[in-house]
């Protein structure tokens, strides 16, 4: 009581940012849901509410994916932020016919997580946070439990055999060129290719199964 | 390259995965480009893959939003005046110049000091100028005083000249039992016959009333003239020359007098 009384603008600054987000998510409700199309659309005449729904959609996979990359939270996280104000900014480079909203963003994403992971900083940086691993790693139990979807979908992936996994995660998620995949697996350039679309068949089928 | 070949050489897979080479990256285009089915296909290869990355969701903190939302704003705000949607065309047109600004309010001040400066030196003409006439006003009484006193000087150095003078012969009019106190006194020139008359113990004349010099010759009197005041003072002054003369007298006439008197005697002397 005493402590909330001393940092009065703290906490009114607290309560905007939630009624503003209360009214997000009422407005959201009356709106149901955006097709792709019209969030595109929007998001191209700079729609702030748009947006607020991509965020709330795409955010958890986008951080999941950096994580994957960085296994670093508090980097993991200005990443994600760096990522959504990149795809705000650059909505008008996305082209539809060249592919799905999810997947140009997931470029975006990982291009600036891949540039994080070369930067220096984020070299000296993964040293001292090794330490903090650890803790991580058990607060990432408890954000796993948080999607019973990411539960359902990780099950269904262990269908899929380790090599197929590998090459799909090696490209989609640590963003290894067809060289480096071929380097790291062993395996010709040439089968990169081939391999890759067996995996991915093979994925589509213990999806829908 | 046709669709069936595009579809099984894998290249769709390596676009939706994001590591296909610029080459296969414009195969893939103009193939989509030209056979809307593809798309189809590069949608499932996508909608797969995203579905694997939910495998691995992480729900960021509120405050990440918060920060996004509040950078794009900021963003938004700083752009806005730069856009052209709110008639800036307008605001840029009758924009004035900092520099412009400045030297319109030097000169505002400029001028407001030259008023100020113009009032206050005016109002130190003015008070000069007052200063000047009163000055000037008390030097021309006093160069009238001095003319005075001059022309006083002179009468009395004239009058003294004429008592001092070795010509003079003085006669004393004494008081008629009418006036015994009146006395008047006369200087008669011995040379050329001239008469001043010093009438200052003469009592003054009542209104509408003037003394008049009579010469007694041969027993009728002669007009010697109307003795004048100044200023209501009496002051010495020359009466008519007479060569001779049995008697002087003065009497007290109506103004301006007559060839030959009617009023009362008021002083008489006899010549011997």
């Known amino acids: 009581m005493l402590s909330a009384d001393s940092q009065p603008s703290k906490s009114s600054i607290f309560n905007f940012y939630q009624l503003k987000r209360r009214y997000i998510l009422i407005y959201l409700e009356a709106v149901k849901k955006y097709s792709e199309e019209e969030l595109v659309s929007l998001l191209k005449n700079k729609d702030q509410s748009a947006f607020s729904y991509l965020y709330d959609n795409y955010s958890p996979v986008l951080l999941g994916i950096i994580y994957k990359m960085i296994s670093d939270r508090v980097l993991a996280e200005d990443v994600l932020q760096e990522a959504f104000v990149k795809i705000w900014n650059n909505f008008s480079g996305y082209d539809s016919a060249k592919g799905?909203?999810?997947?140009?963003?997931?470029?975006?994403?990982?291009?600036?997580?891949?540039?994080?992971?070369?930067?220096?900083?984020?070299?000296n940086q993964s040293k001292i946070r090794n330490d903090e691993k650890a803790v991580n790693n058990i607060s990432d139990k408890t954000n796993a439990a948080e999607s019973f979807d990411a539960l359902g979908i990780r099950k269904n992936l262990t269908l899929l055999k380790d090599d197929q996994r590998e090459i799909i995660e090696l490209a989609y998620f640590r963003g290894f060129t067809q060289d480096e995949i071929s380097k790291q697996l062993d395996i010709p350039l040439g089968t990169v290719k081939t391999k890759m679309r067996a995996a991915i068949i093979e994925l589509r089928k213990v999806l829908t199964s | 390259m046709n669709k069936e070949d595009i579809i099984s050489s894998g290249l769709l897979e390596l676009?939706?995965?994001?590591?296909?080479?610029?080459?296969?990256?414009?195969?893939?285009?103009?193939?989509?480009?030209?056979?809307?089915?593809?798309?189809?296909?590069?949608?499932?290869?996508?909608?797969?893959?995203?579905?694997?990355?939910?495998?691995?969701?992480?729900?960021?903190?509120?405050?990440?939003?918060?920060?996004?939302?509040?950078?794009?704003?900021?963003?938004?705000?700083?752009?806005?005046?730069?856009?052209?949607?709110?008639?800036?065309?307008?605001?840029?047109?009758?924009?004035?110049?900092?520099?412009?600004?400045?030297?319109?309010?030097?000169?505002?001040?400029?001028?407001?000091?030259?008023?100020?400066?113009?009032?206050?030196?005016?109002?130190?003409?003015?008070?000069?100028?007052?200063?000047?006439?009163?000055?000037?006003?008390?030097?021309?009484?006093?160069n009238e005083k001095l003319k005075e006193n001059d022309e006083a000087n002179a009468a009395m150095k004239h009058e003294l000249n004429l008592m001092s003078d070795k010509n003079a012969l003085p006669v004393v009019l004494n008081g008629t039992p009418q006036a015994p106190d009146a006395l008047a006194k006369i200087y008669w020139?011995?040379?050329?016959?001239?008469?001043?008359?010093?009438?200052?113990?003469?009592?003054?004349?009542?209104?509408?009333?003037?003394?008049?010099?009579?010469?007694?010759?041969?027993?009728?009197?002669?007009?010697?003239?109307?003795?004048?005041?100044?200023?209501?003072?009496?002051?010495?002054?020359?009466?008519?020359?007479?060569?001779?003369?049995?008697?002087?007298?003065?009497?007290?006439?109506?103004?301006?007098?007559?060839?030959?008197?009617?009023?009362?005697?008021?002083?008489?002397?006899?010549i011997l």
């Open chain 1, 100 to 123: 799905r909203l999810f997947t140009w963003m997931l470029n975006i994403t990982r291009n600036l997580t891949i540039d994080t992971i070369r930067s220096k900083s984020f070299k």
């Open chain 2, 15 to 142: 676009y939706a995965l994001g590591i296909a080479s610029p080459e296969e990256k414009i195969q893939v285009e103009r193939g989509l480009a030209e056979y809307p089915e593809l798309r189809h296909e590069l949608s499932a290869i996508e909608d797969s893959l995203e579905t694997y990355a939910h495998a691995y969701t992480k729900q960021p903190p509120a405050r990440i939003k918060e920060k996004i939302f509040e950078e794009i704003s900021n963003e938004a705000a700083k752009k806005e005046p730069a856009d052209g949607n709110h008639q800036p065309s307008a605001q840029i047109l009758y924009r004035i110049p900092a520099f412009f600004k400045l030297a319109a309010a030097a000169m505002l001040l400029l001028l407001i000091g030259s008023i100020a400066l113009s009032y206050l030196y005016y109002n130190r003409y003015k008070e000069a100028d007052e200063k000047y006439n009163a000055a000037s006003d008390q030097l021309q009484q006093a």
């Open chain 2, 189 to 270: 020139m011995k040379n050329n016959g001239d008469i001043y008359i010093d009438p200052t113990n003469l009592p003054p004349a009542p209104e509408g009333k003037q003394y008049q010099f009579w010469a007694i010759i041969d027993g009728k009197p002669i007009d010697g003239g109307m003795i004048r005041t100044e200023n209501g003072v009496y002051r010495i002054q020359k009466m008519k020359s007479f060569g001779h003369a049995d008697a002087f007298a003065i009497t007290l006439e109506n103004s301006g007098g007559g060839p030959v008197p009617h009023g009362k005697t008021y002083a008489m002397a006899k």
